[in-house]
């Protein structure tokens, strides 16, 4: 696993800052796309190698469904505001392209 650069803060610090980007990424996409937003959570779990890695994920109402959004945001590829912006924008592609009116009662989440 390559390191982050020092002034990312390590995962905790990354993440810190990660979070409320997010989320304000996220709360403008539900205004704009009619959603509505349950929960943005992150959580450090073990990978195959053992290495640990973040993960945030997002739990939505959209088009009468409930989904599911979860991405690695650990190790960082880009700084933490920026990841915020991939964050919400793959979802909003995801959203737009994989979601379709519920047609009945009962149905399981969607796994984005």
Do not use: K, N
Not at 65 to 80: N, Q
């Amino acid at each position: 696993m390559t390191d982050a650069p020092a002034d990312w803060g390590g995962r905790q610090g990354y993440t810190d800052v990660f979070l409320p980007s997010a989320l304000r990424a996220v709360q403008d996409l539900c205004e704009r796309r009619g959603g509505a937003l349950e929960s943005l959570t992150c959580e450090a779990v073990p990978d195959t190698t053992g290495d640990v890695v973040v993960a945030a994920t997002t739990v939505l109402l959209f088009r009468g469904r409930r989904c599911v959004f979860r991405r690695g945001i650990w190790p960082p590829t880009h700084p933490a505001t920026t990841r915020a912006a991939i964050y919400a924008s793959v979802l909003e592609e995801r959203l737009m392209t994989r979601v379709r009116p519920q047609l009945g009662d009962g149905e399981p989440p969607i796994d984005l």
